[in-house]
């Protein structure tokens, strides 16, 4: 499966920021969808993940109730909904696929879209 983030932007502290992740080949719903940010001279960070059917949702400590994750199977693509932005999440923002593990773990996903990037400014 292929995938694009998509959707980042220069945005204030405060606002919100819709990220997008396309994904092309077969089978898009039989892979778990995960968001992932990087930013400078930091290691890349769990943020949210969503199940093949979308019914469980789960998220980092740092994003509950802020962000929500959510998937269309008929569209192929996950988003994730970025509200109240500060400027600790300024990074950049990848979606990646995987079939089962630890979702928290960037290692246990064998598919990476390309990385979009989210700057706050306070």
């Known amino acids: 499966v292929q995938l694009q983030a998509s959707g980042g932007g220069l945005v204030q502290a405060g606002d919100s920021l819709k990220l997008s992740c396309a994904a092309s080949?077969?089978?898009?719903?039989?892979?778990?969808v995960g968001w992932f940010r990087q930013a400078p001279g930091k290691e890349r960070e769990f943020v949210a993940a969503?199940?093949?059917?979308?019914?469980?949702?789960c998220y980092a400590g740092s994003v509950l109730g802020r962000f929500t994750i959510s998937r269309d199977n008929v569209a192929n693509t996950v988003n994730l909904q970025l509200n109240s932005l500060n400027s600790e999440d300024t990074a950049v923002y990848y979606c990646?696929?995987?079939?089962?593990?630890?979702?928290?773990?960037?290692?246990?996903?064998?598919?990476w879209g390309q990385g979009t990037l989210v700057t706050v400014s306070s």
């Open positions: 969503i199940t093949q059917n979308g019914a469980y949702p």
């Open positions: 990646a696929a995987t079939t089962g593990g630890n979702l928290r773990l960037p290692t246990e996903y064998a598919y």
């Open positions: 080949g077969r089978s898009f719903s039989n892979y778990i």
